[in-house]
T-cell receptor, first 113, second 117 residues
Framework: ETGVTQSPTHLIKTRGQQVTLRCSSQ?????VSWYQQALGQGPQFIFQ???????GRGNFPPRFSGLQFPNYSSELNVNALELDDSALYLC????????????FGPGTRLLVL | AQKVTQAQTEISVVEKEDVTLDCVYE???????LFWYKQPPSGELVFLIR??????QNEISGRYSWNFQKSTSSFNFTITASQVVDSAVYFC??????????????FGKGTHLIIQP
């Protein structure tokens, strides 16, 4: 059974640029969620995708957007990067349904200069 | 709104001591799920346990045990005979019981556990 994978592992961007982060879900899972974890904080829910559509969103602005593909992999796109976007971005996959366990990938560390 | 509080920012104990990590949650949902995750320095969140709001039985898995008390809205985690490999940041999280799980997980700020040899 293949776990959740994310790419790239690290990324450095400058303010105002755009970034795309990628996630492959665990085999058998059909739902992908994205989280932002600032240094010293708990992860914050960005959004969740199921059947290639966003079906839930946390308190993040529209410049955070995503995609889910037919093979359940996903992308997180962030436009107009700000310094505060520097964080660890975590992807989690699960089966659809409330309370289903989310399994996390290793994350992508984004640094915005 | 949901909230998870982990009041202990950092705990340091000597190997083989028992340690308990506290978690208090707030929710208006009648059906909800509670989780514990471990985050080693590598950054990946490792799933430890899931508990639904209707199951208040305590659970033991090896050196790990969990105490869920609905009356006090707490879901505490105890490590018995701690080992250096237990050193990590531990997160308690809450999932709502509505909306098909689309509300995501609400995490606490985490407790940094340091096990000294």
């Amino acid at each position: 059974e293949t776990g959740v994978t994310q790419s790239p592992t690290h990324l450095i961007k400058t303010r105002g640029q755009q970034v795309t982060l990628r996630c492959s879900s665990q085999s058998g899972h059909n739902t992908v969620s994205w989280y932002q974890q600032a240094l010293g904080q708990g992860p914050q829910f960005i959004f969740q995708y199921y059947r290639e559509e966003e079906n839930g969103r946390g308190n993040f602005p529209p410049r955070f957007s995503g995609l889910q593909f037919p093979n359940y992999s996903s992308e997180l796109n962030v436009n107009a990067l700000e310094l505060d976007d520097s964080a660890l971005y975590l992807c989690a996959s699960s089966l659809v349904g409330h309370g289903e366990t989310q399994y996390f990938g290793p994350g992508t560390r984004l640094l915005v200069l | 709104a949901q909230k998870v509080t982990q009041a202990q920012t950092e705990i340091s104990v000597v190997e083989k001591e028992d340690v308990t990590l506290d978690c208090v949650y707030e929710t208006r949902d009648t059906t909800y799920y509670l989780f514990w995750y471990k985050q080693p320095p590598s950054g990946e969140l490792v799933f430890l346990i899931r508990r639904n709001s209707f199951d208040e039985q305590n659970e033991i898995s090896g050196r790990y045990s969990w105490n869920f008390q609905k009356s006090t809205s707490s879901f505490n985690f105890t490590i018995t005979a701690s080992q250096v490999v237990d050193s990590a940041v531990y997160f308690c999280a809450l999932s709502g019981g509505t909306g098909g799980g689309a509300d995501g997980l609400t995490f606490g700020k985490g407790t940094h556990l340091i096990i000294q040899p």
